[in-house]
């Protein structure tokens, strides 16, 4: 079975610094995973995906996630966070595996920056 | 862009009517997702559709149905409302095939059965 585990409820952060939003994963095969955004009574947005290739991801916004096999860990970052940044963000899997074509989501991370 | 659309933002609905949720996307995505979001639980899946007529059940079917009748909208119905159904409910189409796994989402309608 998959399942993602995003292990914090709210992270705070000042505008202008650097921010990291975690993300763990447990699946059979290779992961695809993904990170959307969801601002105040919305849908969710994308933000970037990974399915294969460079650890490395970039996505809108200039957020950006690495993808780390070892760890099984696929954190969001940001250099320098904005206070229009802060939103309920949420990581997403699938496993190649089992061909199971929807996502798993975590329970959501909600961003404060604060001015 | 993708487009995806749903009937209502807001519904209020008492307990044991039927209700009916909406959603149309309009970029010829194959499946067809029905999620609920619930504070602290994240989304879960109700059902999802893969072909016009064809569903699956997702981890929390009880209580609900689907109908696909045309490749464009699938619609939720919870055949007797209960409190505990209360929830945002997400719509989402993605491709079937390639490398565009990603969903996406229509704005959610926020239901509240009194």
């Known amino acids: 079975a998959q399942s993602v585990a995003q292990p914090e409820d709210q992270v705070n952060v000042a505008e202008g610094n650097p921010l990291t939003v975690k993300c763990t994963y447990s699946?059979?095969?290779?992961?695809?995973l993904f990170w959307y955004v969801q601002y105040p009574n919305r849908g969710l947005q994308f933000l970037l995906k990974y399915i294969t290739g460079d650890n490395l991801v970039k996505g809108s916004y200039g957020f950006e996630a690495e993808f780390n096999k070892s760890q099984t860990s696929f954190h969001l970052k940001k250099p320098s966070a904005l206070v229009s940044d802060s939103a309920l963000y949420f990581c997403a899997v699938r496993d190649s595996y089992t061909g199971r074509r929807a996502l798993t989501f975590g329970s959501g991370t909600r961003l404060q920056v604060q001015p | 862009d993708v487009k995806v659309t749903q009937s209502s933002r807001y519904l209020v609905k008492r307990t044991g009517e039927k209700v009916f949720l909406e959603c149309v996307q309009d970029m010829d995505h194959e499946n067809m997702f029905w999620y609920r979001q619930d504070p602290g639980l994240g989304l879960r899946l109700i059902y999802f559709s893969y072909d016009v007529k064809m569903k699956e059940k997702g981890d929390i079917p009880e209580g609900y149905s689907v109908s696909r009748e045309k490749k464009e909208r699938f619609s939720l119905i919870l055949e007797s409302a209960s409190t505990n159904q209360t929830s945002m409910y997400l719509c989402a189409s993605s491709l079937s095939g390639g490398s565009s796994y990603e969903q996406y989402f229509g704005p959610g309608t926020r239901l509240t059965v009194t």
């Open positions: 699946v059979s095969g290779n992961p695809y």
